[in-house]
Each structure stands twice: as structure tokens, then as C-alpha cells.
């Protein structure tokens, strides 16, 4: 899993981190059981302040998508939410909003947006997929 | 000393050099754990007040505290919990860079033989060298490694890394991380002045800008970047608008690009009221802040 940032986004640095390994695990290119880059060298090739990368990680923690395992690492975690469902449905409605809030910003239609949502989705199967294929043919 | 006693605390800070005040009312205030930036033009103070919470000079009215304690009276009990890296850095050019390591390592309580040998290898320094014949490179590699070997509570570096190769301002910053900020993280605070702002952009969490002795701005890094920020916009048509609370405004024909200082919704919107056929915002760096703040001061 590569990891970048960018200073220039408007968004905390460590948050950049955290959405970045959510993606990866969304996507599949970060399997459960899979280890993350261990801070210290991870925080010298983004030569950024290691406190941000142990930052990032205990909010991932926190979130229920990594593990620690002492003396081992972080590792992404088999079922990655301990919250309950109405939770998770409130927390995924403001995502929602968010996009629908810019989507009409940028004149989208409704019909338009489901659509592009539907391809999206299509996209991140579509990477689970190939991981998954390229882990069964080693 | 707690964790909530600051490792440096600045209060007031005058010093003068015959009538011209270098540093003139400084306040800052560095918490355990952090690395604080510390940045300004040239003359604007910095170099003046490093020296004066090492007791290099002594200030002429203030407070300087470090770890609590006075650098002037308890020097001794200071200085052994903190590194220094300056801009220029002198060896007695006879001895050899393991000499010169030992002469080090004997001022001091704790030294770790590990990092020593592991930076020596990093930084391919021949141990038998003499230090006359070192590049400027090699020289501020073999400051850092006798700034971070005794695992100091503070590291201090002013300027470190100018006049130095791309490579060697790289593996500098990489080092800091890397080697020094390895121990427990309340035990690892850095204060660097530079004006290689971008180059330290990640490991910055706090900065104070200082202009003509005073601070000018102290903020958190990701808080100034969430309020500077820069909007461009293209119009169908060329129009000026009274963009009310800017920091900046440049037109450029049907363009404009602006300059937001905590206020970049409300320019947002007053953007778009005008239908913009192209819209878009980003945060400053540090380094763009650092030189918006130029701007801000004569606001």
C-alpha cells in the first residue's frame, strides 16, 4: 500500500492517512490480516513527524479497522466496525450528503448521480476482484 | 519536571545589539512531545533568540525558561538535556571525526554507541578522517549525530540545513525523524528555525513567524492550513468584484485568484453568486503562509 500526502488538500494531515488506508481496505488493496507500513520508516519516506503517523493509526484503531498487535505491528482488521448498524447508517448519510451537497454544486442530476455511484461501486468490485484473483494465483 | 511544565517558555524576550532591537517582546511557548517551527527572514530575530535560551547571550529584560528552569542560572542542569545544531558548525580540525565524537560523548551522561555507529554508516563518514577535511555536508552530519547520540529532551536547530545538497538536507530531516524522534515522544521535542519551510512542512505541528523581533503569527500547522487558503477562479466575462475580507485579490483578465484568511466560504459564495465557469480552492503551504504573512502584516 503506497501512502501520500498532501499539504495542499486543506484536510489534516493524519486524516489524509486515515481515509487512504479506508480506501485501500474498501478497495481491496489492503487485505484483512494484511500488516500496515510500520511508523518509523513509514514517517521517514513521508518525512513527516511521527507523531502523526501514530496519530493516524490509533484513530484507525479507534475507528475498529486496524488491530494492534504488540511487538508486531497495526494490521487491518477481519470485520471492521464495532459499531451497530443504525449507527454506521447515520455516519455513511453524512458521506451521503456531502456528495449530494456537491453534486448539486456542480449540476448533477439525481438520476446522474445514481448512476455515477452505480459505476463507482462497479470500479471497487472490480479492484476486489483482482486482488482477490491475484492472491489465489500466487 | 511534569509533562505540562513548557520545554520552552519565552516571555518578553528583549534583546539589543546598541541601539537596534534584534528581538523586541517575543512570547512563545513550546509543549513536550512537539516540534515547533520557527521561522523568519533574515534579521528578524531568530539566530538572537536561540541564543538566549542557550545563554549565549543574555537577555536585556523577559523570561527565558527551559524545562522550567533558567538557562542563565542553572545552565549546567539546561544544557545537559538539550542539543544544539547551528548553521555554521566548527570542529577543532585536528582531531579526527572519532575524536571528535569521544570529545562529545565526554561532556555528557548518556551517549548511545548504536546510533553513533548506525549514523556513521547512514552518512558513510569515515571515522578516521580528520574534520579539516570535511565537506560542509559532512560536517553538519557529524553535528547531528553528536546533537542526537546523548537522546537530548530538546533538540535545537537553527538553519541546519542550509547551504547544504538536496541529498543531504533529505537524509538530515529523514535522521531527525528517523533516529532521534525513535524514543519515548514526551522525551523528544524539536524547536528548528529555517527557512527551508517546505522541506520541514511535515514534521512542523506548531510555528511562530517572527518579524522584526515580535511574533507576528503562532499557529497550529494544520489549523493555518485549513485558514489560508487560495481560490482561483475564470469568469465568462472580466469583472471586478468587492471581494470583502481578502488578504489578497489578483485579476488576471477573466481570472482572479485570492487569497483567504479564515473566511474562504463567504468569498466562496460571493464567488459564486457570479457564476464562475471554473472554481477552485486550496490550503496554503506553510512556506505560502510564511510568505503571506508578509501581507498580513501591513494589514
Known amino acids: 500500500m503506497i501512502l ?32 500496515l507500513p510500520s511508523i518509523r520508516p513509514l514517517a521517514e519516506e513521508l518525512r513527516v513527524n511521527r507523531n502523526t503517523i501514530a496519530k493516524a493509526y490509533a484513530e484507525l484503531e479507534s475507528q475498529g479497522v486496524i488491530e494492534t498487535i504488540p511487538g508486531k505491528g497495526c494490521f487491518l482488521r477481519a470485520v471492521n466496525s464495532l459499531l451497530t448498524k443504525s449507527a454506521r447508517h447515520d455516519l455513511l448519510a453524512q458521506e451521503i450528503d456531502r456528495a449530494i451537497v456537491a453534486a448539486h454544486h456542480l449540476r448533477i442530476g439525481d438520476a446522474e448521480l445514481l448512476a455515477l455511484v452505480q459505476k463507482r461501486l462497479d470500479i471497487f468490485d472490480r479492484n476486489n476482484q483482482a486482488a482477490n484473483d491475484s492472491k489465489a494465483q500466487p | 519536571m511534569n509533562n505540562d511544565t513548557p520545554v520552552i517558555e519565552i516571555q518578553n524576550l528583549v534583546r539589543r545589539y546598541g541601539k537596534h532591537d534584534a528581538v523586541n517582546g517575543l512570547s512563545l511557548t513550546v509543549a513536550a512531545g512537539k516540534c515547533y517551527g520557527f521561522f523568519g527572514r533574515n534579521g528578524a530575530g531568530k539566530t538572537t533568540t536561540i541564543k538566549c535560551l542557550l545563554n549565549l547571550l543574555r537577555p536585556d529584560a ?21 542539543a544544539y545544531v547551528p548553521d555554521m558548525v566548527a570542529f577543532y580540525p585536528w582531531m579526527t571525526v572519532s575524536d571528535t565524537l ?198
Open chain 2, 102 to 299: 569521544e570529545y562529545l560523548a565526554s561532556f555528557r551522561t548518556h551517549w548511545n554507541r548504536d546510533i553513533e555507529a548506525d549514523l556513521l554508516r547512514r552518512f558513510q563518514l569515515d571515522a578516521t578522517k580528520k574534520t579539516a577535511s570535511l565537506s560542509k555536508g559532512q560536517r553538519t552530519q557529524l553535528a547531528l549525530i553528536g546533537a542526537i547520540c546523548p537522546e537530548p529532551e530538546l533538540l535545537v536547530l537553527d538553519e541546519p540545513t542550509s547551504g547544504l545538497d538536496p541529498i543531504v538536507r533529505r537524509e538530515f530531516i529523514e535522521t531527525v525523524i528517523g533516529a532521534y524522534q525513535s524514543g519515548d515522544p514526551t522525551r523528544r521535542t524539536v524547536f528548528v528555525s529555517t527557512h527551508l519551510i517546505a522541506e520541514f512542512e511535515g514534521l512542523i505541528d506548531e510555528f511562530t513567524i517572527i518579524e522584526q523581533g515580535r511574533e507576528l503569527l503562532t499557529m497550529n500547522a494544520d489549523a493555518a492550513r485549513d485558514r489560508f487558503r487560495k481560490i482561483h477562479a475564470r469568469f465568462p466575462r472580466e469583472l471586478k468584484l468587492p471581494l470583502s475580507g481578502a488578504l489578497s485579490v489578483k485579476y488576471a483578465g477573466r481570472e482572479v485568484e485570492i487569497l483567504a484568511n479564515g473566511n474562504s466560504e463567504q468569498l466562496l459564495a460571493e464567488l459564486k453568486a457570479h457564476q464562475p465557469e471554473e472554481l477552485r480552492t486550496e490550503s496554503l503551504t506553510l512556506e505560502e503562509i510564511f510568505v503571506a504573512s508578509d501581507v498580513l502584516r501591513q494589514s
Open chain 2, 62 to 82: 523577559g523570561t527565558t525558561r527551559v524545562f522550567g528552569l533558567d538557562p542563565c542560572r542553572n545552565e549546567v542542569a539546561v544544557k545537559s538535556r538539550l
Open chain 1, 4 to 35: 501520500q500526502i498532501d499539504f495542499k488538500s486543506g484536510q489534516p494531515v493524519y486524516l489524509q492517512l486515515v481515509e487512504q488506508v479506508r480506501h485501500a481496505a474498501a478497495s481491496g488493496s489492503l487485505q484483512a490480516g494484511e500488516p
